[in-house]
């Protein structure tokens, strides 16, 4: 099944973002503003299922834009993982113009 990954913020699923970082472990309950501030604050990148349309996966950076970054909140709804989906947000992401003079990643997680 065909999924596209996309860096464009217009492509993003509010409702659905929102509800699987609502159910993930590091943003239980939380609020669907703060998820909206989150996302206009940070380059993310979705994919989404092109049979539905509907976004089934999500990698954000909150960055400087210079020398560093912070990889946060990659999740990809269950159904659709093991495709290698994580690493093809992660893949894109690295690839964004205001990513290339970044020097110094960081990701954090429990697991």
């Not at 834009?65 to 947000?89: H, I, K, P």
Request: hydrophobic share 45%; net charge neutral.
């Amino acid at each position: 099944m065909p999924i596209t990954i996309s860096l464009d913020p217009a492509r993003q699923d509010l409702d659905a973002i929102h509800r699987m970082l609502a159910g993930t472990y590091w943003s239980p309950g939380i609020r669907r503003d703060v998820v909206a501030e989150a996302l206009r604050n940070s380059i993310t990148a979705v994919a989404i299922d092109d049979a539905t349309g509907a976004t089934i996966g999500l990698a954000r950076v909150v960055t400087d834009r210079a020398t560093f970054a912070w990889l946060c909140d990659v999740f990809v709804d269950e159904r659709f993982r093991g495709q290698g989906l994580s690493r093809r947000m992660i893949e894109e992401l690295e690839r964004h113009p205001s990513l290339q003079t970044v020097r110094r990643w960081a990701l954090a997680t429990r697991d």
